[in-house]
């Protein structure tokens, strides 16, 4: 079934989970950079650090919902453009996709793995391992790194848009902006 019958834009369920994902993305970056401002063990950092988690959980939930919206409704047309462009934005694409993914999960094994409990707005999530120091910190490692190449992904796909827009002026940032 498909939704949306308007082959310029996306469908305006797509746009309002991309712009709800990049501010659920930046607050759950924010939590984690701030936590560093304040004192181990005080009230305001462990905060900064539960409401990560359950942003983080958050991402994970809105990518599943993301997912299928995407299947269920046509995106706009492609555009004109060299086949180096499209496979890179692809990539991309996919990239972000895998982070968006995996960071979440990786987030809930590290804190399985230390056997800490896994809110996620007044429940607790199952664990998905069982405590193991060592995996955490493995695992742990590889979420930073994931987080790093986050923040170059995502900026690279913002620098993208921003070249399509008032380089190229082709239209690609004006498919997905909200309002009509």
Known sequence: MILNDNTDRYSAISITLHWLMLLVMAAAFATIELRVNFERGSDIREGLKHWHFMLGLSVLVLVIV???????????????????RKVLAKAVHLAL????????????????????????????????????????????????????????????????????????????????????
């Open 66 to 84: 993301r997912i299928a919206a995407r299947i269920m409704t046509a995106g706009p047309r492609p555009m004109a453009e060299p086949m180096w």
């Open 97 to 180: 996709y895998a982070l968006m993914i995996g960071m979440p999960i990786a987030g809930w094994v590290i804190l399985s793995a230390e056997g800490d409990p896994v809110p996620f707005f007044g429940l607790e999530l199952p664990p998905l391992v069982s405590p193991d120091k060592d995996l955490a910190e493995r695992i742990e490692e590889l979420h930073e790194l994931g987080g790093t190449i986050a923040y170059w992904l995502i900026g690279f796909h913002a620098l993208a848009a921003l070249f399509h827009h008032y380089v190229l002026k082709d239209g690609v940032l004006l498919r997905m902006r909200p309002g009509r």
